[in-house]
């Protein structure tokens, strides 16, 4: 093992929790709000999911390449990486956001309204805690999978554990490929453990 | 002035005819049945009351006002709504189902607790052993038993059954029925009840208007229905007449 592997470890690690801390927060930011809208304008499900649909279609590194040339969004670095993990961690989000709402009896949200509950006591106190586990789920899949295609932002120059498995292709060297592979699989893994505990500790009823 | 009157109201889906220009009155204290064959439109003109559906034309007025001109989410808290599938908040206690009115009416917490307490023994639940539980820890004629106190809790001045004792079994539905007519004997509250049960109706309605595809063919008391001779009337009449097929050559 070289001097200094396990530090880059470390570092690159950090470095790619933060990549994905940032795209994670943005796609929830964007995600549910917009799947909210969603359950509301069935008219627009359609196109907005049949786009989120096409970008998670689209193979992660031609994803990476398109967006190099868009101007202002494009170019190389952690920007253009992190816009590519969005639009890939939009899809569970958004749908699940959709189909967890949806889901909700539709006898306790009949009872809701005529109980006197306005659009956003309904939203707020019926409809988002009972479809916070699926939600949740939607979450867990997005960060698993952000976690695994983040690896793919070091080919744009966005950094993290891709870095040592790029390298590793490139210098043939199975210890660089993992020292990226393995800490990867095991922040995946912790991420997953960690959002399925609150899945449960939150879960309605 | 009448709890509520439908004038001429008509409700139309695409191009189905759902109510047939309903006129008619429901005076302060009395159980109005809306009985009728499924499909007849009596859940239709149930939703009219409490805002959940606006008639295509025509009007429907709680204590003299139209429901267009009523800012909809007081028209429906002042409006107990109970309906077959109870629809209780899975997420929230007993307790938290029954006082969701008041808190949302932004009552005190120490009163909502008694409300809470005094409602459940209305039902015949005992608050200390209900209160704390899951709507999915009950039967399903507890469950109603809350749906009931649940729309009591703001004391309404109106009531609306939608069906609420169809999915019980039969002995628990004629238990829930005897409670109806007694806390209707103690609180003297309007109501207006949907059933298609004909017994149900005869028992519970001080008045019966039967639908028959959206238009309402007769409205009378027990005594007048059971005389007449109206054909839907009739239909409706026949069905008690049928008794237990014993012995059958």
């Known amino acids: 093992m070289r001097p200094g592997l396990f530090e880059d470890i470390l570092n690159l690690s950090a470095e790619h929790s933060v990549l994905v801390l940032i795209a994670m927060a943005f796609a929830l930011a964007i995600g549910i709000p917009v799947g909210i809208v969603l359950t509301r304008r069935a008219s627009w499900r359609g196109w907005v999911l049949g786009f989120a649909n096409v970008m998670q279609t689209i193979p992660s590194l031609a994803l990476f390449g398109f967006l190099i040339p868009i101007p202002l969004i494009g170019g190389i670095g952690k920007r253009t990486a992190i816009i590519a993990l969005v639009l890939y961690a939009l899809l569970p989000i958004l749908r699940n956001t959709l189909a967890g709402i949806l889901g909700v009896d539709q006898a306790v949200r009949e009872s809701a309204i005529a109980m006197g509950m306005t659009a956003r006591q309904l939203l707020w106190q019926v409809e988002l805690p009972l479809a916070a586990p699926i939600i949740l789920a939607g979450v867990r899949v997005a960060t698993v999978t952000t976690i695994g295609t983040a690896t793919i932002a070091a080919a744009i120059g966005g950094g993290g554990l891709g870095v040592f498995i790029f390298r590793g292709i490139a210098s043939v060297d199975s210890t660089e490929i993992l020292a990226g592979a393995v800490p990867a699989a095991l922040l995946a893994l912790l991420s997953d453990g960690g959002l399925s505990w609150i899945e449960k500790r939150f879960s309605p009823a | ?249």
């Open chain 2, 1 to 249: 002035m009448a709890a509520v009157e439908f004038r001429n109201v008509c409700f139309r889906i695409g191009g189905n005819l759902i109510l047939d220009n309903l006129s008619f009155r429901i005076e302060a204290g009395e159980t109005l049945v809306l009985l009728g064959r499924s499909g007849s439109g009596k859940t239709t003109a149930l939703k009219m009351v409490n805002g959940l559906l606006f008639p295509s034309s025509g009007e429907v007025l709680v204590e003299g006002r139209p429901t267009t001109a009523c800012n909809v989410i007081q028209l429906r808290r002042g409006i107990g709504y109970v309906i077959q599938e109870v629809g209780l908040f899975p997420h929230f206690t007993i307790g938290q189902n029954v006082g969701l009115v008041p808190r949302l009416e932004g009552w005190p917490e120490e009163k909502i607790a008694a409300r809470i307490k005094d409602l459940l023994q209305q039902v015949g639940l005992d608050p200390a052993k209900f209160e704390n539980r899951r709507p999915r820890e009950l039967s399903g004629g507890q469950r109603q038993r809350v749906g009931v106190a649940r729309a009591l809790a703001a004391d309404p001045r109106l009531l609306l059954f939608d069906e609420p004792f169809g999915a019980l079994d039969p002995i628990t539905r004629c238990e829930l029925q005897d409670q109806f007519l007694d806390l209707r004997n103690t609180l003297h509250k309007t109501s207006i009840f949907v059933t298609h049960d004909v017994r149900e109706a005869l028992r519970l309605g001080t008045r019966i208007a039967l639908l028959d595809h959206g238009k309402l063919e007769i409205l009378a008391t027990p005594e007048e229905f059971l005389r007449s001779e109206a054909p839907e009337t009739r239909a409706f009449c026949e069905v008690l007449e049928l008794g237990p097929r014993m012995n059958a050559p």
